[in-house]
């Protein structure tokens, strides 16, 4: 059988996380029940990944663990999919932010690259670390199916990295919870590493 002509990474969000939406990067809240369910009907019976890499956090990481153990695959916890640090921002919604920080807010949403939150990991260091992991897992595994769960942040990340979108553009990319992005990108023919994807696809639940 001839082998498989690209290396395919899906990219899952984690589902609807306890507390609603807000600044949440490291702060380790569960999934709901309805994340829960977001997730699985997403995946469904259908999809099948040689490997599940999945950020640490709680939110994402339960779901692997019980995904990998129950479809019998292999599991990487990796740090470099963890969320952006929000900084001061930790933990507080936009509309709390809204008012006691609207212009703060607002060139955050126009431009996160020139306007971040106080405190926050630079996102320069978000985009090198993810695409640190990019690039290693193409080298690595080769022509095979992953499966990366991870949050907004970095999935954002991949896809400016493979569409050629700027950084400072990244809060244009709608990432909605449990969305399911897939990448499949030809290796090169001299062998260096693909920047580009061959196909993009979108699954929401």
Request: aromatic share 6%.
């Amino acid at each position: 059988m001839e082998p498989p002509r690209f290396t395919c990474i899906d990219l899952l969000r984690h589902g609807e996380v306890e507390g609603g939406a807000r600044f949440r990067g490291s702060t380790d809240d569960p999934l709901t029940a309805e994340g829960w369910a977001q997730m699985w009907a997403v995946v469904g019976t259908e999809l099948h990944w040689n490997r599940i890499v999945t950020s640490p956090l709680g939110r994402c990481a339960d779901f692997a663990r019980t995904l990998a153990r129950r479809r019998s695959i292999p599991l990487e916890i990796h740090e470099n999919l963890r969320e952006l640090h929000f900084g001061a921002w930790e933990g507080r919604t936009a509309a709390e932010l809204m008012q006691d920080q609207p212009e703060a807010l607002t060139g955050f949403w126009q431009d996160p690259l020139k306007h971040p939150p106080p405190g926050a990991e630079p996102l320069v260091q978000l985009q090198s670390r993810t695409l640190s992991l990019w690039n290693s897992l193409l080298a690595r595994y080769p022509r095979e199916h992953m499966l990366l769960i991870t949050h907004g942040g970095p999935i954002r990340i991949f896809l400016c990295h493979v569409l050629g979108k700027p950084l400072n553009r990244l809060l244009e990319i709608d990432v909605t919870p449990a969305a399911l992005y897939r990448l499949c990108v030809r290796p090169d023919t001299d062998g260096s590493l693909p920047t580009q994807a061959s196909e993009l696809a979108c699954r929401r639940p």
